[in-house]
């Protein structure tokens, strides 16, 4: 069971982290890195909540609207730390490319994402049945 979770974990994971990357870097040609993260986050958050819901862990017996309000409070914590670190990255190269803070913000998505998994498993999705 744990080896299905953490194959469909690594998948679903890798590819919010490049999606949320490449939604970051496209949005922040025209809006502040601040705006430009909570759009992307927002998205991704929504779209890996629901593939972890699905695929990682099927069979659970959680409702989608309670997977998504405890993925909402995940993605309070989520935003914190992404903006901080875009901000604290600005803060030192004022006039940083987009690609770079994509590349600076690129561990900060991967981090949350584990953080992501690791808390739908132990409280959301803790009581599963099939």
Do not use: C, D, K
């Amino acid at each position: 069971m744990l080896t299905r979770e953490v194959f469909w974990f690594v998948v679903i994971g890798v590819a919010s982290t490049v999606a949320q990357a490449l939604l970051y870097w496209v949005l922040r040609h025209w809006s502040p890195p601040v705006l430009a993260n909570f759009v992307s986050l927002l998205v991704v958050t929504v779209l890996n909540t629901e593939a972890n819901r699905r695929l990682t862990f099927r069979g659970s017996v959680v409702r989608v609207l309670q997977a998504h309000l405890a993925a909402g409070g995940l993605f309070v914590l989520a935003y914190l730390v992404t903006s901080g670190a875009v901000l604290l990255f600005r803060h030192y190269r004022p006039t940083a490319s987009p690609a770079a803070e994509t590349l600076v913000l690129v561990p900060s998505f991967a981090l949350v994402t584990v953080v992501r998994f690791t808390v739908l498993r132990m409280v959301v999705f803790r009581h599963r049945h099939r």
